[in-house]
């Protein structure tokens, strides 16, 4: 046993050979040669790695010894006076010389690998003469952008100027202190901002959003390569936003648009070139609200001609721009998949830290989150018989969004009746998550968003004074910019959630059951206590394309094909929802992940890992150095097939591009408008 585990940890010694661990094949078996030198590098790599694993081993006890050490540093448990006077020398004194050269090999090699993967697309793009032209505006999604905290009260001091989102500082602080985390990150329920005493914002900078904890990187790669073209703090910007307020409170309590507006402006003026703007995921939805609210009079007063002034191109980078399926299940009962796939110790353990109810209770305390509700109902999502993305031969439409089995012919609880209940589609989920929701939810969502269908273009214009619903794309156009390129840059080919299996639970109560005491709960609080849904996701259901309750479909693992790509691919070639024009080129990206990188390597379309794909940062680079007019349409999924079945129809025969007149037309009837509103 001791000869085993040295060999294991230490690597085989000479008089003790490992043996091989591949037989020698058969007959009709096929094998290739490898010469001496490359049998000699691989032998050396096997043993480079076991070394490798041997340091790894003894600074991980090391670096064990020392979080202890942090935890226990207050009580009498562990006394670390005895290893005040150690220092590197003295550290090193105790290690193998060899463990020591191997870790400066392997520090080597890494940082070689870094200068290689990081910045290989930029040094690309640079040999074919492409350098900065555009000055660069990055929106980007909920998990990278960090929040931190500037409250100054006794309850805040301890976090002054820490992140408690996007941070290691978050995970300690929700470890330690869940309540206190809780409090600074949920907004008021009455005015949708900063609790009395809390003041949390959105950091500002490249530290907002190149990583989200140390060591997990969102926009880090893009950084790396726009640098490496020519890019840097005076002609690149990111334009980071509290994503839990509401749209309009953005700008009521940060001026987040006029800012953003002022930013482009001034970056216009100084490069003389017009901005090229990216955005990613929520960002996307953002920047459309934006497009809108610096046209309107009396918000951005930016008139009609502001965005075909200031705006080059708009990069939309996994934009979930008819919502994300997953928010109905998250807002509803707290889960998700990632929730459902827990094994059984896993969700004992999540739902006694943080309770699904008390899930479903934080992420409604952000207004903003909200807006990812699908849009478009069962005209885009599909009907109980019926749904656009259905595939041939499947046994029950994706349009049956939440699903109900018997639960008592499975042994399930004996409380749970599963026949009161009915199975809905997406359009019926809505009103079934606000009857199960706080009423201050309930107007929240409904004064800031709309999930509708225009079909004309009356309706579209006359929407587009209308703040409520400058989220929809369906229900609102595209600037008029004729002269504006539109790149929707999206991953596809990935198991992505479709539809939900759902079960009864007994009633678990209302607030009282996530921790809140009933003596902390006003009397007769319409906007505290509520009946939650006690529905959950049939974790316990697997079969063909049903993961633990969860039905999946085509998309990035988050974002699902219909959203991401209808509107790219049908939606804005309506003359209705872009009456200037305005180009748009899809460039869909196929999920090809390397096995062997927990990120899924360069080919990845996962919807956050996408932002390092080498692919997305040569087209990036391309569009922002004044190329991307050479980018071709490239479409490799069924999303046109399925656009096509979705049943909203242009309401006029598709014409050239619109002219002057057609422009001036389209501008007068929208005056109109405004003057009969």
């Known amino acids: 046993m001791s000869g085993f585990l040295r060999r294991r940890v230490i690597g085989p010694s000479e008089d003790s050979p490992e043996p091989s661990r591949e037989p020698t094949p058969g007959p009709g078996e096929e094998y290739r040669v490898v010469d001496a030198k490359k049998l000699h590098k691989l032998s050396k790599s096997r043993t480079t790695s076991k070394r490798r694993h041997a340091w790894v081993f003894i600074l991980g006890g090391l670096f064990g010894i020392l979080v202890a050490g942090l935890f226990a540093s207050n009580n009498d448990m562990i006394d670390l006076s005895s290893i005040t006077d150690m220092n590197l020398d003295s550290l090193l004194d ?33 040999s074919q003469g492409i350098k900065a032209l555009h000055p660069v505006i990055m929106i980007p999604g909920v998990i990278s952008t960090g929040l931190e905290s500037w409250g100054t009260d006794e309850q805040s001091r301890q976090y002054f100027r820490k992140r408690l989102w996007g941070s290691w500082s978050m995970m300690r602080a929700l470890v330690m202190d869940k309540a206190s985390w809780k409090r600074h990150l949920m907004v008021d329920k009455r005015t949708g ?33 726009l640098a490496t073209i020519g890019y840097d703090p005076t002609n690149a910007f990111t334009a980071a936003y509290d994503w839990r307020l ?41 920047l459309y609200y934006f497009f809108h609210w610096v046209e309107a009079s009396g918000y951005g007063d930016g008139g009609s001609q502001w965005v075909d002034a200031y705006v ?27 929730t459902a796939q827990l094994n059984a110790f896993a969700v004992y353990g999540l739902e006694k830290f943080l309770s699904r109810n008390e899930r479903a209770e934080i992420l409604r305390a952000f207004p903003g989150l909200s807006s990812m ?69 309930q107007d929240m969502v409904k004064q800031n968003y709309s999930f509708g269908v225009a079909h004309t273009r009356k309706e579209v214009e006359q929407n587009n004074a209308l703040p409520g619903k400058w989220l929809n794309p369906l229900e609102t156009r ?48 319409a906007y505290t206590t509520f009946r939650p849904s006690n529905v959950t996701i049939d974790a316990g259901y ?85 190329r991307g007019d050479l980018i071709e349409e490239t479409i490799v999924s069924n999303i046109r097939e399925y656009a096509e079945k979705v049943k909203i129809y242009d309401d006029e025969p598709e014409e050239g591009p619109p002219g002057e007149s057609d422009r001036q037309s389209v501008e007068e009837r929208f005056e109109e408008l405004l003057k009969e509103l």
């Not at 520090?107 to 200068?115: G, L, P, T, W």
């Not at 409170?249 to 901005?275: C, M, P, W």
């Not at 007994?506 to 009282?512: E, H, K, Q, T, W």
Request: proline share 6%; with cysteine; glycine share 10%.
């Open 94 to 126: 105790v290690i193998p010389a060899g463990l020591i050269k191997d870790a400066k090999d392997i520090q080597k090699h890494e940082r070689d690998a870094v200068n290689y993967d990081s910045f290989t697309v930029g040094l690309h793009a640079q």
């Open 193 to 225: 901002l900063d609790p009395p005493g809390i003041k949390l914002r959105a950091s500002q900078g490249f530290d907002a959003a190149d990583f989200f904890i140390t060591g997990y990187w969102i926009w880090n790669k893009i950084l790396e390569n």
């Open 246 to 286: 509401s749209y309009m409170n953005y700008e009521r309590r940060d001026q987040y648009f006029s800012r953003l507006k002022a930013h482009i402006e001034l970056a216009t003026q100084i490069s003389g070139q017009k901005v090229v703007l990216l955005s990613h995921s929520m960002g996307s939805q953002v």
């Open 312 to 338: 080059d191109s708009w990069i939309n980078i996994s934009g979930c721009m008819l919502g994300a399926l997953k928010d109905i299940p998250a807002l509803l009962s707290g889960e998700m998949k990632d």
């Open 373 to 441: 509700l699908p849009i478009g109902g069962d005209l885009v999502w599909g009907n109980s018989t019926w749904a656009p993305d259905d595939l041939p031969g499947q046994e029950t439409s994706f349009g049956t969004f939440i699903r109900f089995r018997d639960q008592l012919e499975n042994g399930s609880h004996p409380f749970s009746q599963a026949s009161s209940r009915q199975n809905m589609t997406v359009s019926e989920a809505m009103p079934y998550l606000f009857r199960h929701s706080e009423p201050w939810f």
């Open 478 to 525: 595209l600037p008029l910019a004729p002269n504006l390129k539109i790149y929707c840059f999206y991953g596809m080919g990935k198991p992505t959630e479709r539809a939900y299996y759902y079960r009864d639970e007994p009633y678990a109560g209302s607030l009282i059951s996530n921790g809140i005491p009933k003596s902390n709960l006003p009397e007769d609080d």
């Open 542 to 626: 697997t079969s063909g394309n049903i993961d633990h309750g969860v039905i999946m479909g085509e998309g990035d693992g988050t974002v699902n094909l219909m959203s991401s790509g209808y509107m790219c691919t049908k939606g804005w070639k309506m003359k209705r929802y872009n009456p200037a024009g305005v180009k748009v080129t899809t460039y869909e990206m196929p999920h090809e992940p390397d096995r062997f990188s927990p990120r899924g390597g360069p080919n990845t379309a996962d919807h956050v890992d996408i932002l390092g794909r080498s692919s997305l940062n040569d087209l990036i680079l391309r569009v922002a150095g004044g």
